[in-house]
């Protein structure tokens, strides 16, 4: 039986290398996973869509914590940067990918 795929529409990355460590970012991806799961943004529950995973150095590691973002949307697969991410703008940011509104600018480097 072949394995069963959610539909998602944003997939966010928060890095947990050395630096962005030392700057937040565990507590960051754990408040934000928290935050995610009860809202039921996670693709898993009902009406959910979003994946959030940790990840190693994003390049970026004096402006830690670091999270990248990509989403499909009409179409095309939209990327956005963000540098030295708090709770409410990791939030934030989510909420959009989730809702397909535009990505806010605040903190955002990159493409
Ligand atoms: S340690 Fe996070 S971007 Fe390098």
Known sequence: MPPTFFATRGHLLI???????ARGSELLYRALWNALERDK???????GSLRLTE???LGACSFGPVMACYRARNGV???????????PLARQVAQA??????????QRYGP
């Open 41 to 47: 943004l996670v693709y898993y529950k009902t009406g």
């Open 77 to 87: 697969v939209e990327e956005a940067w963000y540098a030295a991410v708090d709770f």
């Open 15 to 21: 890095c947990q290398h050395t630096n962005c460590k």
């Open 55 to 57: 990840s190693g150095c």
């Open 97 to 106: 990918m989730h809702d397909e509104t535009e990505l806010p600018d605040l």
